[in-house]
């Protein structure tokens, strides 16, 4: 068994009721797949303060107040991930892919038809609870 890697997870919903995903480059693992930004918690670091950093250096925003949503665990066989997931209530600067990665708003609609990793399927049910 590979060692668990534990991941801050930002959920951000607009005004307009729209969540923010952002699509994982080539080369990564799951390369193509849609997920909720965020990234690796590293050591001696809070979930707050990885959180604001990924945010920072993925979307070019700086977040406000967050709150905790869930936490998913997920056995991918080559790793495992431990979510913390956050939703994100406030934010400055309009989130961009500052990495190059592509970004959707979408609607609870629509979430269906964006191929997301398995870790991340207990998030969506959460989050088209909350777009409701």
């Not at 080539?26 to 918690?41: D, N, S």
């Not at 700086?62 to 431990?82: A, C, F, M, N, W």
């Not at 609870?108 to 049910?125: G, K, R, W």
Request: charged content about 25%; overall charge negative; proline content about 4%.
């Amino acid at each position: 068994m590979g060692s668990r890697i534990h991941v801050a997870v930002g959920v951000l919903i607009d005004a307009r009721g729209c969540v923010l995903l952002t699509r994982r480059l080539k080369g990564t693992h799951l390369a193509g797949y849609w997920e909720f930004p965020g990234g690796k918690v590293e050591e001696g670091e809070s979930v707050d303060t990885a959180l604001a950093r990924e945010l920072e250096e993925e979307l070019g925003t700086r977040i406000g107040d967050t709150s905790p949503l869930l936490t998913v665990t997920h056995d991918y066989g080559e790793k495992q991930v431990l979510l913390d997931v956050h939703r994100v209530k406030e934010w400055e600067g309009e989130p961009h892919g500052a990495e190059g990665q592509p970004l959707a708003w979408v609607d609870a609609s629509s979430l269906d038809d964006f191929q997301v990793p398995e870790a991340n399927a207990e998030i969506m049910t959460r989050v088209k609870a909350l777009l409701v």
